[in-house]
């Protein structure tokens, strides 16, 4: 049996890196990535899952809280990750690598866990890279449970965890998942040329600079407004800068 002891800073990166891109219903002893996870760590699935639960009272995304008594270094971890993610982008790399999934499974991207910076940047590997695209991707998918936040598309090949503010104009927010939507592939592309947007009860706003066919077919099949994600729902300063620019677009 594992032995109990005190966990330890790097630790907590690991398990925090799980947590973010584990839905909330998951985090059980039978999950194969906490039996992944706490065997690495020498810990009981047990003891990660309750552990993944603690880091959820931190979460202020989430309608449900975890237990309240999550630690200091747990609130240590949580706030650094705010502040710098580095860290736990690296881990979840290795994390990713280690069940043999690697981060290439989901967007066929080869990212290697050395290569992240807390601002999610690029390098070049045959072509520019987004480095920690894919957990920000699962991220957002994780929290909109599979779908389009709009149509309700399941289909992965289909869905984009869409920027809120730009990739290149907020680097300091590219790994923030309160500044992503999951979208399906067309309203994305309309999304990040200001062509649709959202109003402050999430209403889907259509350019008038479109044709009407186009209208039509951006609203056939679609929510009028956006759904709410289980957790890490778009932050409104950022929907709201999104607006601003979209009615200056539009004007």
């Not at 992944?36 to 880091?55: E, F, I, P, Y």
């Not at 929510?223 to 729902?233: K, T, V």
Request: charged share 25%; proline share 5%.
């Amino acid at each position: 049996m594992a032995e109990r002891r005190n966990w330890q800073a790097e630790e907590v990166r690991e398990a925090l890196a799980l947590y973010l891109v584990t839905d909330f219903g998951r985090f059980h002893s039978r999950n194969p990535e906490i039996i992944a996870l706490a065997q690495r760590l020498g810990r009981t699935a047990s003891a990660v899952a309750l552990k993944l639960t603690n880091l959820a009272a931190l979460d202020e995304s989430l309608p449900q809280k975890g237990m309240a008594n999550a630690s200091a270094l747990d609130r240590r971890i949580w706030a650094d990750y705010l502040n710098d993610p580095t860290a736990v982008v690296s881990i979840y790399a290795r994390q990713q690598s280690h069940v043999g999934i690697g981060p290439s499974a989901t967007l066929g991207l080869a990212e290697d866990a050395a290569a992240f910076d807390h601002l999610g940047g690029t390098r070049p590997i045959q072509s520019l890279q987004r480095v920690g695209q894919n957990m920000f991707r699962q991220m957002v998918l994780t929290s909109y449970r599979g779908r389009c936040a709009l149509t309700g598309i399941d289909d992965p090949r289909l869905l984009t965890a869409s920027h809120i503010l730009p990739w290149s104009e907020a680097p300091d927010l590219r790994m923030r998942p309160t500044n992503g939507l999951c979208l399906n592939a067309l309203h994305d592309r309309a999304f990040d040329r200001h062509l649709i947007s959202f109003g402050a009860d999430g209403e889907l706003l259509l350019s008038r600079h479109l044709s009407r066919a186009t209208r039509e077919r951006l609203l056939d099949g679609a929510n009028r407004r956006l759904e709410q994600p289980s957790r890490f729902a778009p932050d409104p300063a950022f929907l709201l800068r999104h607006r601003e620019r979209f009615l200056a677009q539009a004007a």
